[in-house]
Every structure is written in structure tokens, then in C-alpha cells.
């Protein structure tokens, strides 16, 4: 039964293998790898079960943490998608594989916060779960060895990533973002705390989300539990050794199919 088992699990990655990994990886990232495909214009992204906080100076391996963002990005990219949201996101190809546009790379973190928490506490006077309204949007520079450093208005602008235009685009599809998943995720008795998105510009010069939306870079509190460790249900587990980082994945997991299961 398990070499059955075994037998069409491997038969199903090589099935991807063949179909859709040309063998090139393009791109090795901390939580991520992106191979190229037969089409120029995609590619395979593979989600990893490493996990790293701290740029990286924490590391560790936590077995499912791929197969469950992924399932649980593309569950987003699909509802940001019917929502009028461009995202890089085409298809989920197995459990730890999606399809996705390929795209440049803005090497920008963009933040949403609507409840204070994380690295505005730290930095500023600002009290833990103050409600932030409106949402407080902050660009980062993606850059590891920089410690991906968060830039002004004016930085940003000098440094002439996107045009003046685009960065509106940006923060108009994060905020639009940020209403959507806000009010998706209040109905599954989760509060959205905040979230860092990525964006690119597809092949037709297009800007799209890009990388993931997961526990590993969105914040959620479970509504139902008033412990303020316990309710934590995202990548802070592993941040502050909390424990119990799979349990919490798989009940956003949960929560999204139990939705999905309701709507169709
Ligand atoms: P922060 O409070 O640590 O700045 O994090 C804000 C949000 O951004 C939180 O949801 C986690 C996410 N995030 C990432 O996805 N990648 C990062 O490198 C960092 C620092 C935060």
C-alpha cells in the first residue's frame, strides 16, 4: 500500500519534472525556488520548508511549511484574481509547486499594517495593538545584505525603481489588497494584523503581485482566543519560538478550505 502510495507520488513529480521543469533554476531564495519552464513567459515556483527570520540569522526546517503556503497562496491569489487584483499566480501544479507569470523582480517590500505590532513597536514609541487607521504603508529596499532597510518617500523616490505613477499603482493594489484579504479573513474569525506584498512587471510590462501570501509573511490573530501568544497564528510562532508553527498553518489552511467548501 505505502509503495502504491509511494509509486503515484513519484510518478506525479515526475509527471512535473517532465512537463514543466526545463532543469534550469533561476532563482534560489530563502523560502522558494524558481525554475524556468517550456514557456519563456512562466515559471515553476517551488515552496520550501525552510524557514528563516531575522534576515536569515535564524534558520530552521519545518517539515509541510511548503506544501501549506503554497496551497494556501494560491487559495489567495485565486480570491485576489476574482477580485480584479493582478497577481503572477496561473495555476497550482501539485502540492509544493505553482505556475506563476515570470516576472522582474521590484526589489521593494511593501507593508500594510492595521493593527500595530512586529517592527513598528521597536522602533517607535507606538503601543502594541494600537488600530492603525488608516492602514500605516511602508516601503522596505529588498536587500538582505542591507537588512532591507525602510526607505522615505524621498529614498524611494531617488532611488527611481518604478515611476512616480507605478509607486501609486503600488500602494492603490495594496490598499485594495488589504480591504479585500481584511474583510475575507474577519469572516473566518481571523484578524488580518499586517502583511508585506512583492511586486513585478509581467511579459506585457504589466504590475502584478509576485511571491506569496502566507502565514510566513502576513500577521493573523485568531479572534476565538484572547491569549495574546496564543492567538498568534503566522510565522511570529517561529519568530519568537512559540511553538506549534505547522498547527497554526493548517488552521488558516483550514479555515480557507472550510470557506471554500461553504461557498461552492
Ligand atoms: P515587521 O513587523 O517585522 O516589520 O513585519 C511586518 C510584516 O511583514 C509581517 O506580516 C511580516 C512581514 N515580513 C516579511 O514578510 N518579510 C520580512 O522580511 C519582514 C521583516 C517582515
Redesign the pocket.
Known amino acids: 500500500m505505502i509503495f502504491l502510495a509511494l509509486t503515484i507520488y513519484t510518478n506525479q513529480i515526475s509527471e512535473v519534472l517532465m512537463n514543466h521543469i526545463q532543469g534550469s533554476l533561476i532563482h534560489e531564495g530563502k523560502a522558494k525556488r524558481v525554475f524556468a519552464c517550456e514557456n519563456p513567459n512562466r515559471v515553476l515556483i517551488e515552496f520550501k520548508n525552510d524557514a528563516t527570520a531575522f534576515n536569515a540569522k535564524k534558520r530552521s526546517e519545518i517539515d509541510g511549511k511548503g506544501r501549506l503556503n503554497c496551497k494556501i497562496s494560491a487559495a489567495l491569489f485565486k480570491l485576489l484574481e476574482l477580485n480584479g487584483i493582478p497577481t503572477h499566480f496561473l495555476e497550482l501544479q501539485s502540492e509544493t509547486f505553482m505556475i506563476a507569470d515570470k516576472i522582474n523582480v521590484i526589489p521593494l ?1 511593501v ?1 500594510i ?1 492595521n493593527i500595530a ?4 513597536c521597536r522602533e517607535t514609541p507606538i503601543n502594541q495593538g494600537t488600530i492603525l487607521n488608516p492602514p500605516l504603508l511602508d516601503y522596505y529596499y529588498k536587500d538582505d545584505e542591507l537588512g ?1 532597510p525602510i526607505l522615505t518617500e524621498k529614498r524611494l523616490k531617488l532611488l527611481d525603481l518604478i515611476s512616480t505613477s507605478q509607486i501609486e499603482e503600488v500602494e492603490t493594489i495594496t490598499r485594495s489588497v488589504n480591504k479585500i484579504l481584511k474583510e475575507y479573513f474577519d469572516d473566518l474569525d481571523l484578524l488580518l ?4 506584498l512583492e511586486f513585478g512587471f509581467n511579459s506585457l510590462g504589466k504590475i502584478v503581485i509576485a511571491d506569496e501570501i502566507s502565514p ?4 493573523f490573530w485568531d479572534k476565538t482566543n484572547s491569549d495574546p501568544k496564543g492567538r498568534i497564528l503566522d ?1 511570529d510562532r517561529f519568530r519568537q519560538d512559540l511553538g506549534g508553527v505547522i498547527d497554526a498553518y493548517e488552521e488558516i489552511l483550514k479555515r480557507i478550505e472550510k470557506d471554500s467548501s461553504n461557498a461552492s
Open positions: 517590500e507593508v499594517r505590532t512586529g517592527s513598528l532591507d494584523v499586517d502583511f508585506k510566513d509573511n502576513c500577521r510565522k
